[in-house]
């Protein structure tokens, strides 16, 4: 149970800047820390069970059907990176309270930052490839939210949605591919899919699989050819640009591929794919870095060359090069972190990040120059931090790798090369802006910051410095981390001296010939001036733009502006293709017979068709075709009578009310009689497309009816009463097997009375004096004889709403048939008396009604579950009492009765609304023109 706290404190971590936004910001700042530092305080405290060789897991089944549990684990590797996402987040945290500005919504920042925090820490401890997945789209969409949370400006909207593009592309084809491994494993329990790597590596399907998983992992973590939404993420604050570049997303694609390695790593394929793919990603970065003015653009590009850094080591997959991995995993979260912060301490005291504004920071900000120039000699590599051990292991590990053939010389060669350009980006970072005169002044006179912004960064720094001194220290963590990646134990040494060997020639070739790149530096950029630049930006915004362009174009040749056209297209489709479906009639149709006709049956056919067909051909006469698809609906429900369906019946003559109520409201704001708009050769089109689609449906149901088919009612028909303790099979299945979607349906019919009461709340029509025609409409708005029956069929209507409810659970009935009586019977008496009089007398909001009985469905359904049942469980009983005898009472009643109430509250939210928009207040026709009148004389004064 500690670990699902584990992984959800952070999320509720969410919740409290909300909350304590209206405090003081320093309240709002130590309150949103509170549940990350508990979370890693209990983390921390399963270091012993995990050095003892345990793994703990947590899971509960959520829908066992699709594979997916709530499952985590906490292991070495969910404690590594567990501990550099919250440990760094909490840094962040104290570092953003005096970063942000006092006018910037500190609240909002503040979520987004634990939503980030949260998602990352449910990928680490993920024990379920689908939850692994859901958190990964989860990193997208609060990475997005947090790169554009300067949304007032153009590149920060352009960094979050290129971000967001790139990466969610990759999480669908990761999601491909993860359904793809546990299909192969046949489960997705990471469990099962961490030992079942042999079998992976045989299926055929393997490449197709492993190039989807490495293309999530590759636009995740800025792999080449993806890494140009890295740099302009930077858009972000600076506290997102340190939390994302050092801990957190785009190490989320080095977390998986460590995740999955023993499951999927081990052939030929990954590792030229993985090894070639960071390599690039190393030189690449590691160039453009070298060449950037602005801090954080030279910081962006370097964290993609160290991305691939991490990744040449875990494709070459050997066990020192994963401890290399995980170790520099470690390094650059610290000194990354650090000098981003840097950075954003030099642009909030200068005013400015370009690198000819500042220089001779030294004097003015002594204690941060000193942090950063640690910081910066981790980042090169420079002996006796903690960059230079795990850069000399990976030239170690690539003279090792069996990759390559005879041209395995080319991965230490460029491992040096990358080398030579870390050290020169890096000393031209330190070296420009805090000993260089400047070119030109900052934008504001340089001091330093308060003691507490520049905590973090003295923090991380003196990390780089220990771990450099001392490696032993992170040995016990490594080690941990080490045995889920590599799938079983390995003992490793780390030191500061191995000797003089080949790694520690090239390491100080790379600080050598670094040191001399970034002295003939401008050479270099006079090389690279020749090269027209490339804005990833722009580029991706052309592509973005080209593409609406092309569907803009396609969309006007297929869009014609025709209802009608749109139609066909679509029911010539349908007509074709059930023509060929039903072209072998003979071999679908089944050997049942079919049932006697006899002259009901014949009369009932004849009135549908004289129905279905008068409907459409009286379309311009409104009244008169809905009083033709009345006919319609009238025979559809003694169809359901007739053939043994008296819950259907009632429920379709119900709404078959309600439906032609509504529609003659609206038709009263219509006009009786609309223009033709067809030509008879039009006409005749659509009537043979109608008549040949209803010989395609005819077909289908004949071939459907005389089959035998396995049904499902069985199961219904023998549970009804021994599961749900009712005799009416259609009811127990509404509210008792299929409660969940009934709950669904009254939810989604509650809200849509709700948004049509909204929209009608405030309209008000003139009512029309005539009809269509110039008639003018009959003085006694509300006729006596209206009146009297309305006032009758009132309680009587009630009187059977309510028993229709309460037999429905045995007997043909329902809450749902009740409520729909029962607001037929108070919409009939605002049609007999008028809103003004009814409303009087029903002085009380409809919305409320529909919304307690949603209510009252749902609680009803969360009560099984103070007894230990799962959602909307029922219950049921027999007793007895004096008088009455034996009678039952079910849970499901309640349930019932939250399906009356939101069906009573929804329809007359719609129905009484729709008949309140009219008002009787009509301007005369004389009072208007003496206005008209009025009005000209008063202007034509005002002209003189």
């Known amino acids: 149970m500690t670990l699902l706290w584990i992984a959800l404190l952070p999320l509720l971590g969410v919740l409290v800047p909300a909350l304590t936004a209206h405090r003081r910001r320093r309240f709002c700042s130590l309150a949103t820390a509170a549940l990350p530092a508990l979370a890693l305080v209990l983390t921390l405290a399963h270091w012993p069970s995990l050095a003892a060789g345990e793994v703990l897991r947590f899971a509960v089944d959520w829908m066992p059907a699709l594979g997916l549990d709530l499952a985590f684990r906490l292991d070495g590797l969910a404690l590594l990176f567990n501990s550099l996402i919250v440990g760094i987040g909490l840094l962040i945290l104290l570092y953003a309270h005096y970063y942000l500005s006092a006018t910037e919504p500190f609240g909002r920042f503040y979520a987004y930052l634990m939503l980030f925090m949260a998602s990352m820490v449910g990928i680490a401890m993920a024990d379920n490839l689908l939850l692994l997945w859901l958190f990964w789209e989860l990193t997208g969409l609060s990475s997005f939210l947090l790169i554009g ?18 990466t969610g592309a990759g999480g669908l084809a990761l999601l491909a591919g993860v359904l793809l491994l546990g299909d192969i494993v046949g489960s997705f329990d990471m469990n099962v899919v961490l030992a079942s790597g042999e079998t992976i590596l045989a299926d055929p399907r393997y490449s ?101 850094l991490i990744t040449v080591l875990l494709g070459i997959g050997s066990p020192m090069a994963l401890v290399a991995a995980l170790f520099h995993i470690l390094n650059h979260a610290t000194f990354k972190a650090a000098l981003f912060m840097s950075a954003g301490i030099i642009d909030h005291e200068t005013g400015t990040r370009e690198i000819a504004r500042l220089g001779g920071l030294r004097r003015a900000m002594p204690v941060t120059a000193l942090l950063s120039t640690i910081a910066g000699a981790a980042m090169a590599g420079v002996p006796l931090f903690n960059g230079f051990l795990s850069k000399e292991m990976l030239f170690a590990e690539t003279l090792a790798a069996p990759l390559l053939g005879g041209l395995g010389w080319l991965l230490p060669v460029l491992a040096t090369l990358g080398g030579v350009l870390s050290v020169a980006y890096s000393l031209r970072l330190i070296h420009a802006v805090f000993f260089k005169e400047p070119r030109e002044a900052p934008a504001q006179p340089p001091h330093e910051p308060p003691w507490l912004m520049r905590a973090p960064v003295a923090l991380l720094a003196l990390l780089c410095l220990v771990v450099g001194v001392a490696p032993v220290l992170v040995e016990g963590l490594l080690g941990l981390a080490l045995e889920p990646v590599l799938g079983k134990a390995f003992e490793f040494h780390l030191s500061i001296w191995h000797g003089v060997n080949l790694p520690l020639m090239m390491s100080l070739v790379a600080l050598i010939v670094g040191v001399a790149a ?10 690279i001036k020749g090269f027209r630049p490339v804005d990833a930006r722009l580029v991706f915004e052309a592509a973005i733009q080209s593409l609406g362009r092309i569907a803009e174009r396609n969309l006007a040749r297929l869009d014609g502006g025709s209802l009608q056209r749109y139609m066909t297209l679509l029911l010539l489709t349908a007509l074709v293709m059930g023509v060929l479906g039903l072209a072998q009639m003979p071999v679908l149709t089944g050997s049942k017979g079919n049932q006697p006709l006899d002259g009901i049956l014949l009369l009932g056919a004849g009135l549908l068709i004289f129905g279905g067909i008068g409907t459409a051909a009286t379309h311009r006469y409104r009244l008169i075709s809905l009083l033709m698809l009345s006919v319609v609906g009238l025979v559809v429900a003694l169809t359901f009578a007739r053939f043994s369906a008296p819950d259907l019946a009632l429920t379709q003559l119900s ?12 038709l009263f704001f219509l006009p009786q009689k609309t223009p033709k708009e067809s030509s008879n050769r039009r006409n005749l089109r659509d009537v043979g497309l109608a008549g040949a689609l209803g010989v395609v449906v005819a077909s289908l149901n004949y071939a459907v009816l005389t089959r035998d088919n396995a049904s499902i009612s069985g199961f219904f028909l023998e549970n009804s009463v021994p599961g749900g303790g009712g005799h009416n099979v259609v009811n127990v299945i509404l509210v008792d097997f299929r409660g969940f979607d009934t709950l669904g349906e009254i939810t989604v019919l509650a809200l849509a009375g709700l948004a049509i009461f909204k929209l009608l709340n405030r309209l008000r029509l003139f009512m029309p004096h005539s009809d269509g025609e110039g008639r003018l409409w009959s003085p006694d708005r509300y006729p006596a004889i209206l009146t009297s029956i309305s006032m009758a069929l009132l309680p009587l209507a009630l009187l059977v709403s309510a028993f229709i409810f309460l037999r429905g659970h045995n007997q043909p009935g329902g809450g749902f048939i009740a409520g729909l009586v029962t607001a037929v019977a108070l919409i009939l008496l605002y049609m007999a008396r008028g809103v003004e009089w009814t409303q009087q007398r029903l002085d009380f909001p409809y919305q409320p009604v529909a919304i307690v009985g949603v209510a009252t469905a749902t609680l009803t359904g969360l009560g099984s579950w103070l007894f230990g049942y799962p959602f909307l469980t029922s219950a049921f ?49 004389e009072a208007t023109e003496s206005h008209a009148t009025d009005t000209a004389s008063r202007s034509g004064k005002e002209k003189h």
């Open 877 to 925: 009983g027999h007793f007895s009492l004096p008088l009455i005898g034996e009678f039952e009472l079910a849970t499901a009643m309640l349930f019932d009765l939250g399906v009356y109430l939101a069906v009573v509250g929804a329809t007359l939210m719609i129905l009484a609304n729709l008949g309140k928009v009219t008002t009787p207040h009509r301007p005369a026709k």
């Open 149 to 166: 949370f300067w949304s007032h400006r153009s590149d920060a909207r352009k960094g979050a949605r290129m971000a967001l593009t790139v």
């Open 518 to 527: 970034y002295w003939r530096h401008a050479n270099l950029r006079r090389l």
């Open 208 to 308: 197709l699989m492993l190039g989807l998983v490495l293309l999530g992992a590759f636009t995740k973590s800025a792999q080449f050819p993806f890494h140009f939404w890295l740099p302009h993420a930077m858009a972000a604050p600076t506290p997102v640009s340190a939390y994302l570049h050092s801990a957190t997303m785009v190490k989320a694609g080095i977390l998986l591929m460590a995740r999955l390695h023993p499951a999927i790593a081990g052939s030929e394929l990954w590792s030229l794919i993985v090894t070639l793919t960071g390599m690039i990603t190393l030189i690449y970065g590691a160039w453009f870095a070298l060449f950037k003015t602005d801090l954080k653009a030279i910081l962006a590009f370097s964290t993609v060359s160290h991305l691939g």
């Open 655 to 666: 709404v078959e009310v309600v439906t032609m109520i509504l529609l003659m409201l609206a």
